[in-house]
Structures are given as structure tokens and as C-alpha cells.
């Protein structure tokens, strides 16, 4: 089945405590992002990723950081978590079609809480 | 600047009746793509359409239909007849690719409540 699998769904932990998101799809996208939901903001791009070791700036990147060292995977990694990245996260992938990406396959989201 | 605009934070109708979603873009590329999202109450986010910059068609998919105006930069989303499960935010979305980086932005979401 084709899919987006982001661990864990659901974390609580402490200012200052890093932490790591995983993020694997399946379907062989060269394009994967995170996004941050938050009420009356939509979704906010933190990092994309065109291919491996291709990574760039969404738009809200302070205090993230991501790698991809393979194509399926693509972690968000909070080094030193603040009570303002409490939020829920979505890792998406999609396939580039001339160089847009298409559509994007959503993962069940995180919902992160930083106390 | 604001990239997708949607402008209905909440709208709120009874079951039956037609909706319209507005979407407002901003790009100034000639070539991008825009899609539909759907996120019921479970949380999930699903892929409605996406439609390219070159193609003005209006696509209708049973209940719902799309209409994408360049002279406007809109892209509006109507449900026609809704019913209860149409019920959850919609997001507007807009991919475009500058200078090498490609960026797909998302508007602020549309709450749907339909109403029994």
C-alpha cells in the first residue's frame, strides 16, 4: 500500500529535550516536505527536500532541521524544542513532474506538545 | 505576501445547499500548479484535484466542480447538494518552482460545517 508513515503520532516532552520525527514513504517521490498546522495559519512549510541531500528552507525553518541521506525517508529533528513548536506536523512526499511538484501524499500528522 | 488567500475563515450552511469556496493566488511564474485538499475532523489530509496553470478547463467530479480563472487568479471550489460528510477544512494550495527550488504553499483553510 502506498503510503506516508510518520512516528510517533502523538508526543509530549520538555523544553529543551531534542527530538527526532520519522518520516518514510514508499512510493519512490523525490519530493518531501514538513509542514506545521496551526488554528487560523494553514499549513506551513519548515523544510522541503527536491532529492537526496537536496534539502532547502520552507517557510518557517527556525528551529528545525531535517536530513535526507535516503529517498524514502526524510526526519524532522527539533534539537532543542520550545513550548512554541507545539503544533501538529505533517511530512508529505510527491513525485516532480517537470520540475513542479504534484500532488502531495500526506502522512496521519504528529501532534507535538512541548511543556 | 500572502501567496494563497483563502478569505472564508468558517462558512456554515444546511444540508442540501451549494457552496462555494474562494481561493486567491499569487505567483508571478507562468507555469505552476494548484490543488484542493480536503481535511475531515479525523485529521487526515486528502488530495481532491490539482489543475496546471495552462489548463482552464472547469472540472466537475460528481457533487463537486472547480473553477480556475488566470484573469483572476482563482481557483474556487463548489459543492453542490452538500451533505454532512462534506463537513472539514479545505485548503488551497499552490505549487511553483523559482530559481531551482520548487515550494508548495498553502492557504489558510476554509471550515466547513454543514449543518443537518
Known amino acids: 500500500e502506498a503510503q506516508v508513515t510518520q512516528n510517533p503520532r502523538y508526543l509530549i516532552t520538555v523544553t529543551g529535550k531534542k527530538l527526532t520525527v520519522t518520516c518514510s514513504q514508499n512510493m519512490n517521490h523525490e519530493y518531501m516536505s514538513w509542514y506545521r498546522q496551526d488554528p487560523g495559519l494553514g499549513l506551513r512549510q519548515i523544510y522541503y527536500s527536491m532529492n537526496v541531500e537536496v534539502t532547502d528552507k520552507g517557510d518557517v525553518p527556525e528551529g528545525y532541521k531535517v536530513s535526507r541521506k535516503e529517498k524514502r525517508n526524510f526526519p524532522l529533528i527539533l534539537e532543542s524544542p520550545s513550548p512554541n513548536q507545539t503544533s501538529l506536523y505533517f511530512c508529505?512526499?510527491?513525485?516532480?513532474?517537470?520540475?513542479?511538484?504534484?500532488?502531495?501524499?500526506f502522512g496521519q500528522g504528529t501532534r507535538l506538545t512541548v511543556v | 505576501a500572502q501567496k494563497v488567500t483563502q478569505a472564508q475563515t468558517e462558512i456554515s450552511v444546511v444540508e442540501k445547499e451549494d457552496v462555494t469556496l474562494d481561493c486567491v493566488y499569487e505567483t508571478r511564474d507562468t507555469t505552476y500548479y494548484l490543488f484542493w485538499y480536503k481535511q475531515p475532523p479525523s485529521g487526515e489530509l486528502v488530495f481532491l484535484i490539482r489543475?496546471?496553470?495552462?489548463?482552464?478547463q472547469n472540472e466537475i467530479s460528481g457533487r463537486y466542480s472547480w473553477n480556475f480563472q488566470k484573469s483572476t487568479s482563482s481557483f474556487n471550489f463548489t459543492i453542490t447538494a452538500s451533505q454532512v460528510v462534506d463537513s472539514a477544512v479545505y485548503f488551497c494550495a499552490l505549487s511553483e518552482a523559482r530559481q531551482g527550488a520548487q515550494k508548495l504553499v498553502f492557504g489558510q483553510g476554509t471550515r466547513l460545517t454543514i449543518n443537518p
Open positions: 489543475r496546471n496553470s495552462f489548463d482552464e
Open positions: 508529505a512526499s510527491s513525485f516532480l513532474l517537470g520540475g513542479f511538484a504534484t500532488e502531495a501524499f
